[in-house]
Each structure stands twice: as structure tokens, then as C-alpha cells.
């Protein structure tokens, strides 16, 4: 699966951005994509996720009420809508596509989009 991300920018605190992602390359085996950021000298974390089939949404407790993700399974699409941005969610957002295999998950990463949101 191939994932390229866009809509990263400079925003001001309490703006909004939408990030794109789209996928190529899909197989049956990939059932969910979703989001994770990483902050300069912190972990990567989960920021949404989300099947394909547009069910099953879920937030991390830091992104809950002001993000939301949605798909376009036709366009093999996967949105993130931010809102009430804060310093804190400053971070290369990468997004990413979960598939079964091996008896596993194997998770599919984009190059990532920076999101700055600084006055």
C-alpha cells in the first residue's frame, strides 16, 4: 500500500487544517487507516483511526472532540479534519494503513506532512 499525505501547513492557534491522504495499492487484506503524529523529541502516537468501511472511528484522548477522520472508500481517501488547534498538536503527521497478514497486522506508513500551529 502506498500512502501519500498533504495539507500540512502553518496555522494559528485555534485554526483548522485538513489533512489528505491517498492510498494506492490497496489489497483485500487492508481493512483500516488512520493517523499517527510525532512531536520533536517525543514518541510517534495515535492520533485517529478509522475501516474502510467508515466504521469504527477512534481518538486519542488528547485529539477527541476537535479532530475527525472520515474515508472515501471509492477515491481510497482518508481525511483528517483538525480543529481548535493548539501548539501542542505540532508534529509530522503520518498517515498510515493497517492490513492482516501473516497471521499479523503489518501497518503501511506515508512520508508524513508537517503541521505547525504557532502565532
Known amino acids: 500500500v502506498n500512502l501519500v499525505e498533504s495539507g500540512g501547513g502553518l496555522v494559528q492557534p485555534g485554526g483548522s487544517l485538513r489533512l489528505t491522504c491517498q492510498a494506492s495499492g490497496r489489497t483485500a487484506d487492508n481493512y483500516g487507516v488512520g493517523w499517527r503524529r510525532q512531536a520533536p523529541g517525543k514518541d510517534r502516537e495515535e492520533v485517529a483511526s478509522i475501516f474502510w468501511s467508515g466504521s469504527e472511528a477512534e481518538y486519542s484522548d488528547s485529539t477527541k472532540g476537535r479532530f475527525t477522520i472520515s474515508v472515501d472508500n471509492a477515491k481510497n481517501t482518508v481525511y483528517l479534519q483538525m480543529n481548535s488547534l493548539k501548539p501542542e498538536d505540532t508534529a509530522v503527521y503520518f498517515c498510515?494503513?493497517?492490513?492482516?497478514?501473516?497471521?499479523?497486522?503489518?501497518?503501511?506508513w506515508g512520508q508524513g506532512t508537517q503541521v505547525t500551529v504557532s502565532s
Open positions: 498510515c494503513a493497517y492490513a492482516s497478514e501473516g497471521g499479523g497486522i503489518r501497518t503501511y
